[in-house]
T-cell receptor, first 113, second 111 residues
Framework: DAMVIQNPRYQVTQFGKPVTLSCSQT?????MYWYQQKSSQAPKLLFH???????NEADTPDNFQSRRPNTSFCFLDIRSPGLGDAAMYLC????????????FGDGTRLSIL | GENVEQHPSTLSVQEGDSAVIKCTYS??????FPWYKQELGKRPQLIID?????GEKKDQRIAVTLNKTAKHFSLHITETQPEDSAVYFC??????????FGTGTSLTVIP
C-alpha cells in the first residue's frame, strides 16, 4: 500500500549527540511536513517542503534542520538534542492543493538520555 | 496566520450517547477542515473532512458541520462506542500548504 514510512519507530540519543530521523513516501506527494508532538498536545509544525522549497516556522529552533534530497525522502536533523526535544516526531505528506488531506507516518518516538 | 480553537478539552460520555466537539477558526480564507483521531502512541488518522463549499458531511456515525459565516465547524459522533475513545484534533487549511491544528479533545466513552 502507498504510505508514509518513518524510521526508526523509537530512537534514543544522548544529550547533545546529533540525531537524524527519516521519512519516506510512496504517495508522490509534493508537500512533506515535520511535526513535533509532546504528550497531550497538538502536533506542532516545525517546517515543510513544497517540492524543494523549504518553509521554516518562525518559532522552530535553529537546532532543527531538514533535508529533502528527492520527492520520496525527507530527513529531520537535530544537531544538539536537549531534554526538551524528547517527543514524538511525525512526518506527513499532502498534495499541493490546499484542500487535500495530510497523510501521517507512524512517528518516531525520540528519547534523550 | 490562522488560529484554531477547540472545545472541550476533555469529554466523557456514556456508551450509546452522542459526542460533539467544536472548533472555531480565524482566517476566512481557510477552505478545508479535516478531523483526526489519535489513539495513544499512534499517528493521527483522518476520520472525516469537509471543504468550504459544503455545509455538512456524514459518514456512518460521524458527521461534520461547517458554518463559514460564523467560522466554526463541529464533529458529531452518534451511538458512541468504547473504541471511539481517543484524542480528536480539528484542523484548518488556508491558502498555502499549512495546516493549523486545534488543541485536541480527549474523548472517553464509558461502557
Amino acid at each position: 500500500d502507498a504510505m508514509v514510512i518513518q524510521n526508526p519507530r523509537y530512537q534514543v540519543t544522548q544529550f547533545g549527540k546529533p540525531v537524524t530521523l527519516s521519512c519516506s513516501q510512496t504517495l508522490n506527494h509534493n508537500v512533506m511536513y515535520w511535526y513535533q508532538q509532546k504528550s497531550s498536545q497538538a502536533p506542532k509544525l516545525l517546517f515543510h517542503y513544497y517540492d524543494k522549497d523549504f518553509n521554516n516556522e518562525a518559532d522552530t529552533p535553529d537546532n532543527f534542520q531538514s533535508r529533502r534530497p528527492n520527492t520520496s525522502f525527507c530527513f529531520l536533523d537535530i544537531r544538539s538534542p536537549g531534554l526538551g526535544d524528547a517527543a514524538m516526531y511525525l512526518c506527513a505528506t499532502s498534495l499541493i492543493a490546499s484542500n487535500q488531506p495530510q497523510h501521517f507516518g507512524d512517528g518516531t518516538r525520540l528519547s534523550i538520555l | 496566520g490562522e488560529n484554531v480553537e477547540q472545545h472541550p478539552s476533555t469529554l466523557s460520555v456514556q456508551e450509546g450517547d452522542s459526542a460533539v466537539i467544536k472548533c472555531t477558526y480565524s482566517d476566512s480564507a481557510s477552505n478545508y477542515f479535516p478531523w483526526y483521531k489519535q489513539e495513544l502512541g499512534k499517528r493521527p488518522q483522518l476520520i472525516i473532512d469537509i471543504r468550504s463549499n459544503v455545509g455538512e458531511k456524514k459518514d456512518q456515525r460521524i458527521a461534520v458541520t461547517l458554518n463559514k459565516t460564523a467560522k466554526h465547524f463541529s464533529l458529531h459522533i452518534t451511538e458512541t462506542q468504547p473504541e471511539d475513545s481517543a484524542v480528536y484534533f480539528c484542523a484548518a487549511n488556508s491558502a498555502g500548504n499549512q495546516f493549523y491544528f486545534g488543541t485536541g479533545t480527549s474523548l472517553t466513552v464509558i461502557p
